[in-house]
């Protein structure tokens, strides 16, 4: 072999084995790409509610710390279960597509009735708020207080809105009807504003939603809390501690727990873009911009709850507990 054809045989060797290096090495060491495209977030409701200005005001924030904007999809339907199976089918595990939704009501969907996928096959890992679910009724009302809710209740059967039957608000006011002895007939009206609508228009005698969609509403009261704290009590004077006043046995029910979610098979995947996904989430939290997006949304910075995958699971762990003991209550 002359010196030439030498020089291009080992020069071709010397590529072969570069690229099988680079094959072999794990994706670890590329994890500086990520992003290499637009995020994409599933969101399984309709656009211009609570889940929607949370993700707005969060994202707008990470999308800088992440150096890459988000899109949003969104996916109302069959309370939640829409958006879950499109993600469950149709997004990427390469971590890149994530689902933003609020736990409770979609853990308590999975209670209710089992999803078509596997319940291990995603999993929550960062946590933004914690909104208390509450009791309302119209300023309009001759009802002013929980407790002339219930007598009320007692003498007939009371219309309570309701954005989802399967919903951390909906348990709370069941739990409360089945202490008390009073009535209720829950009636689902698909999303915080038409639940408020229907409460304001008397359609319904009252409602139940996180307290933030309704708290600042001209025409609406709320008062009760499904807590054991109320720490807005400037704008929610007349609401009183329903677990503790009246003795319900349950934990704080956070109404709105929204969170992102992605699929577990991303994280086994990819675990230094998924740790890239928290370490930059951290930084949203104390970063000034951040509370500032949530005050422009409306949204109290009290109920600013930052968490990830030890304190989702420890909050979905607790939600399906409660929703297995009332299940019966939630399907009717």
């Not at 590529?15 to 060491?29: E, N, T």
């Not at 139940?208 to 499904?226: A, D, E, H």
């Not at 704080?252 to 740790?275: M, N, Q």
């Amino acid at each position: 072999m002359n010196k030439l054809k030498r020089r291009k045989f080992l020069q071709y060797s010397t590529a072969i084995a570069a690229g099988s290096i680079v094959g072999s090495i794990p994706s670890i060491a590329f994890g500086s790409n990520f992003p290499s495209r637009k995020m994409q977030a599933y969101i399984p409701t309709r656009a211009g509610g609570g889940a929607d200005r949370n993700f707005r005001a969060f994202s707008g924030v990470w999308s800088k710390h992440l150096g890459i904007k988000f899109e949003p999809k969104f996916y109302p339907g069959a309370s939640g279960r829409v958006g879950y199976e499109t993600y469950m089918d149709k997004a990427s595990d390469d971590c890149h597509d994530l689902i933003f939704g609020n736990m409770g009501p979609e853990v308590l969907n999975w209670v209710v009735k089992k999803p078509t996928f596997d319940l291990n096959a995603y999993k929550y890992f960062i946590q933004v708020d914690a909104d208390p679910g509450s009791i309302f009724i119209s300023t309009k009302s001759k009802m002013k207080t929980v407790e002339d809710v219930i007598a009320e209740g007692k003498k007939r059967t009371l219309t309570v809105a309701t954005s989802r039957l399967a919903h951390p608000a909906s348990l709370g006011i069941l739990v409360l009807a089945q202490k008390t002895g009073m009535k209720i007939n829950l009636i689902p009206l698909s999303g915080g504003k038409n639940t408020r609508n229907g409460v304001l228009t008397g359609e319904t005698d009252l409602g139940v939603l996180p307290s933030t969609t309704v708290m600042k509403r001209k025409g609406l009261n709320v008062i009760g809390l499904f807590d054991e704290k109320n720490v807005l009590k400037k704008k929610m004077p007349n609401a009183i501690l329903v677990n503790t006043e009246y003795k319900l046995g349950l934990p704080p029910l956070p109404a709105g727990a929204r969170a992102f979610g992605i699929k577990t098979s991303a994280i086994e995947k990819h675990p230094e873009r998924y740790k890239k996904l928290i370490n930059s989430a951290k930084k949203v939290f104390t970063d000034e911009a951040y509370k500032k997006a949530v005050v422009k949304s409306k949204a109290p910075l009290e109920f600013i709850s930052e968490g990830y995958e030890k304190e989702c699971k420890a909050y979905v762990e607790n939600i399906t507990k409660v929703g297995q003991e009332y299940r019966s209550l939630l399907s009717g």
